[in-house]
């Protein structure tokens, strides 16, 4: 499964941007999610979304902020609001097949490239 993000920049602070994550399995359930990455960090959860899409899971910092949604091509889109200096990261789209809903990044066989969103003013 490829998996390719769009989205992102630079965005000042409060302002909102929205990333996307086409997968190239459109027909799979797959459990997606995203996470972010800053310099010399491992890969921070920030979203998850069940394989049926209709379960969402938050980091605490972006609960309230951020929306993750899936549509039934396994499109992702991740909406952020409320855009603060510490979401600045590279953004990075996961898959799976076999588990839901997961916050645990060795449970995501597949994954993006990234998108870098720069918060900052």
């Known amino acids: 499964v490829d998996l390719a993000e769009s989205g992102g920049g630079f965005v000042q602070p409060g302002g909102s941007t929205i990333l996307s994550c086409v997968s190239s399995?459109?027909?799979?359930?797959?459990?997606m999610a995203w996470f972010r990455q800053k310099p010399g960090a491992g890969r921070q959860f920030v979203a998850a979304?069940?394989?049926?899409?209709?379960?969402t899971n938050y980091e605490d910092s972006v609960q309230g902020r951020f929306t993750i949604s899936k549509d039934a091509s396994n499109m992702l889109k991740l909406e952020m609001k409320y855009l603060r200096p510490e979401d600045t990261a590279v953004y990075v789209c996961?898959?799976?097949?076999?588990?839901?809903?997961?916050?645990?990044?060795?449970?995501?066989?597949?994954w993006g490239q990234g998108t870098q969103v720069t918060v900052s003013s």
């Open positions: 996961a898959a799976t097949k076999w588990y839901s809903n997961s916050v645990n990044p060795s449970q995501y066989e597949y």
């Open positions: 399995d459109t027909s799979s359930s797959l459990g």
């Open positions: 979304v069940s394989r049926p899409g209709s379960i």
